[in-house]
């Protein structure tokens, strides 16, 4: 597998921005997840296939946060270009419902958006 990686060491309601050029996988992960994943064990990780950037992620616990962007596969290799940055948390913001997301998911009182929010912070992939 070919990948880009960049580390991070970042605190929760961080924002980590990922700029792709190319339709790619992007995962977000911790260090021990990262090192099952370089040696291609099972390893959980929050993302997946973005077609459109930036792509945000909103970190959901201190940690040192690794973000790999896929090059493709061995048999089907992709050239790739991306950049990543840490971006304060918005203290403006009163919800953790992204600023793109549906109208009816904007449209839900507070209470239902944090319930929301919560379930897909704890919504990780697993692959391996």
Wanted: aromatic content about 8%.
């Amino acid at each position: 597998m070919r990948f880009l990686h960049k580390t991070f060491e970042a605190k929760r309601k961080e924002i980590i921005e990922v700029e792709i050029d190319k339709p790619t996988n992007v995962k977000f992960m911790t260090g021990l997840d990262m090192k099952a994943y370089k040696l291609g064990k099972t390893h959980t990780y929050f993302g997946g296939r973005f077609e459109e950037s930036p792509v945000r992620f909103v970190v959901p616990f201190d940690s040192v946060w690794n973000v790999v962007v896929e090059k493709g596969t061995y048999r089907d290799p992709l050239e790739v270009s991306a950049g990543c940055r840490v971006i304060p948390p918005m203290s403006n913001v009163r919800s953790s419902v992204p600023v793109d997301a549906s109208g009816s998911l904007r449209s839900l009182d507070r209470g239902e958006q944090e319930r929301i929010a919560r379930e897909m912070s704890m919504a990780a992939r697993s692959e391996g």
